[in-house]
T-cell receptor, first 115, second 114 residues
Framework: ETGVTQTPRHLVMGMTNKKSLKCEQH?????MYWYKQSAKKPLELMFV???????ENNSVPSRFSPECPNSSHLFLHLHTLQPEDSALYLC??????????????FGPGTRLTVT | ELKVEQNPLFLSMQEGKNYTIYCNYS?????LYWYRQDPGKSLESLFV???NGAVKQEGRLMASLDTKARLSTLHITAAVHDLSATYFC??????????????WGAGTKLIIKP
């Protein structure tokens, strides 16, 4: 595997379900991100992990719970979602320092539909 | 607060024509990025612009950065259908805890007609 991978690619879940999204980066980066992309809306940053520690949580509802067990893996745990949470969820990684550059590399995304 | 504005948000053009997408941002930033997104797909990095006056070219796309004007442009030369996509610009924001984030523009949806 190369780059950033995400599973599953598509997910349909009911509002009472619990599911998890998985992201893995094979680039040796030290930062990982979750984004939400809804139709006709700008890209929304949800969570940032820097060296496995969460450093940003942009007012995301508690029904979304991130987990970063190591610098290569990132999870987004989902429970009691609402239909408006249906979106494309993108994972990204970057190398913050020492080399910098800060370019983010994205996974293919998980298309989530909440019924 | 750092804001990033792109214009136009939607552009329909004929093959063979030239056009420019603009990206303005509101405060000083070190770096600017251009990404491409095909429908239903993820984001692909196109250019990273690291300093004032930086210019990068890849095929029919050329990006430039003017940090004094807080403006970047993405110029399309002799457009072809394969360039149809949504193009995003993003700017670095360094938060209080020294963690860098990207602040994103809304995207420019480009449709190139044969």
């Amino acid at each position: 595997e190369t780059g950033v991978t995400q599973t599953p690619r598509h997910l349909v879940m009911g509002m009472t379900n619990k599911k998890s999204l998985k992201c893995e980066q094979h680039l040796g980066h030290n930062a990982m991100y979750w984004y939400k992309q809804s139709a006709k809306k700008p890209l929304e940053l949800m969570f940032v992990y820097n060296f496995k520690e969460q450093t940003e949580n942009n007012s995301v509802p508690s029904r979304f719970s991130p987990e970063c067990p190591n610098s290569s893996h990132l999870f987004l745990h989902l429970h009691t979602l609402q239909p408006e949470d249906s979106a494309l969820y993108l994972c990204a990684s970057s190398q913050l320092y020492p080399r910098g550059g800060y370019e983010q590399y994205f996974g293919p995304g998980t298309r989530l539909t909440v019924t | 607060e750092l804001k990033v504005e792109q214009n136009p948000l939607f552009l329909s053009m004929q093959e063979g024509k030239n056009y420019t997408i603009y990206c303005n941002y509101s405060t000083t930033s070190d770096r600017l990025y251009w990404y491409r997104q095909d429908p239903g797909k993820s984001l692909e990095s196109l250019f990273v612009l690291l300093s004032n006056g930086a210019v990068k070219q890849e095929g029919r796309l050329m990006a430039s950065l003017d940090t004094k004007a807080r403006l970047s442009t993405l110029h399309i030369t002799a457009a072809v259908h394969d360039l149809s996509a949504t193009y995003f610009c993003a700017v670095d924001r360094r938060s209080l805890d020294s963690n860098y984030q990207l602040i994103w523009g809304a995207g420019t949806k480009l449709i190139i007609k044969p």
